[in-house]
């Protein structure tokens, strides 16, 4: 069988052959009754457009590659679906790429990413390296920060507003009495994990109180698991634990309850950050921070947009506040008002 040609659906269709370009081409301009008639033909021939030729013409492959490092964490494959349908209702389709956190490997993905003639590349939960970054410029491919930020005037970047964020978990517990509290951190490398840290214990400070313990989790839900059993093993141990992202929250409540027999939140009350489905659930009712991902998602696309139409201001940070949620996996403040 031989391939279909866009003449062979132009002459089927009895227009020309430039009809049948425009018609394929999103954006392009023509009449309904032309498209009825292209499309009819195309069907009734089994046509279908060469995306990549058209791409060699136009210098635009109308594809954006989408770069995480991992999907563990319930946020992201939520995240990522939001995005992938954003940018496929302004006729973009998304390649996703998987990267782990370390320098090495982001180069040759962003290497591969770069082969494929992409517009534009979006990284959730990865960092860019500032030759890395000047790479991507250089070829002329806008880049956008999601659910990171990045030091430096040079990438743009949307997250929520994680300083806050940890300052109203502070907040939250110091009010409902506590005040032997540790932190489970994320991955040192991440600016959601330093952000939050810093807003937490900041809002610590403002009350004269400083990390009663402290842990790694690595964003991990088994190194998450092995700090809530070193830090709540004892009678000396933390009356709130504040994790830096509910995945490994739910871990740390499921050592506490089943293999501490501690009550959550007789004993201990959790704190999560993300607000990912799970949390709502009645086995955890985790009280965290809301990620305002839609309006994330909204502003990524935004900004990836107009800088890949030149019609962007340059490069800039954007940070969404998001809500504290309040469940029952922590102690609630008499009182207290949402």
């Known amino acids: 069988m031989s391939k279909v040609t866009s003449s062979q659906v132009a002459e089927r269709a009895?227009?020309?052959?430039?009809?049948?370009?425009?018609?394929?081409?999103?954006?392009?301009?023509?009449?309904?009754?032309?498209?009825?008639?292209?499309?009819?033909?195309?069907?009734?021939?089994?046509?279908?457009?060469?995306?990549?030729?058209?791409?060699?013409?136009?210098?635009?492959?109308?594809?954006?590659?989408?770069?995480?490092?991992?999907?563990?964490?319930?946020?992201?494959?939520?995240?990522?679906?939001?995005?992938?349908?954003?940018?496929?209702?302004?006729?973009?389709?998304?390649?996703?790429?998987?990267?782990?956190?370390?320098?090495?490997?982001?180069?040759?993905?962003?290497?591969?990413?770069?082969?494929?003639?992409?517009d534009g590349i979006i990284t959730a939960s990865v960092a860019m390296s500032s030759e890395l970054t000047k790479r991507c410029r250089n070829a002329g491919i806008p880049i956008v920060l999601f659910n990171r930020s990045q030091d430096g005037p040079d990438l743009s970047s949307v997250a929520s507003n994680n300083v806050e964020g940890g300052r109203k978990v502070a907040e939250f517990l110091i009010a409902g009495g506590h005040r032997k509290i540790g932190y489970i951190a994320g991955w040192e490398g991440a600016s959601t994990q330093r952000d939050r840290e810093t807003g937490f214990c900041a809002g610590l400070a403002a009350h004269g109180l400083s990390l009663f313990a402290r842990a790694d989790g690595d964003f991990k839900s088994e190194k998450a698991a092995e700090a809530a059993r070193n830090m709540c093993l004892g009678e000396d141990r933390?009356?709130?634990?504040?994790?830096?992202?509910?995945?490994?929250?739910?871990?740390?409540?499921?050592?506490?309850?089943?293999?501490?027999?501690?009550?959550?939140?007789?004993?201990?009350?959790?704190?999560?950050?993300?607000?990912?489905?799970?949390?709502?659930?009645?086995?955890?009712?985790?009280?965290?921070?809301?990620?305002?991902?839609?309006?994330?998602?909204?502003?990524?696309?935004?900004?990836?947009?107009?800088?890949?139409?030149?019609?962007?201001?340059?490069?800039?940070k954007i940070e969404i506040d998001g809500p504290l949620i309040v469940r029952g996996s922590a102690r609630v403040p008499e009182g207290w008002s949402t």
Not at 17 to 46: C, D, I, M, N, W
Not at 249 to 278: H, K, N, Q
Not at 290 to 308: C, D, G
């Open 238 to 316: 933390p009356d709130a634990i504040f994790v830096c992202n509910d995945h490994m929250a739910f871990a740390v409540m499921d050592v506490l309850r089943f293999e501490l027999g501690l009550s959550v939140p007789g004993d201990v009350s959790v704190v999560g950050y993300d607000d990912v489905p799970i949390a709502a659930w009645p086995a955890y009712s985790l009280t965290t921070v809301r990620q305002p991902a839609n309006r994330m998602v909204s502003e990524t696309v935004e900004l990836l947009l107009a800088e890949i139409d030149a019609t962007g201001q340059g490069p800039q």
């Open 14 to 118: 009895g227009v020309s052959q430039s009809a049948v370009s425009r018609v394929f081409t999103p954006g392009a301009s023509a009449s309904k009754r032309t498209v009825e008639k292209v499309k009819k033909a195309a069907e009734e021939l089994g046509y279908r457009p060469n995306s990549l030729a058209r791409a060699m013409v136009s210098g635009k492959s109308r594809i954006i590659g989408l770069v995480v490092a991992y999907l563990e964490n319930h946020f992201y494959p939520e995240a990522l679906e939001k995005l992938s349908n954003a940018l496929q209702e302004q006729g973009y389709h998304v390649l996703i790429f998987m990267a782990s956190n370390n320098a090495e490997n982001i180069n040759s993905v962003v290497e591969e990413i770069l082969d494929y003639q992409v």
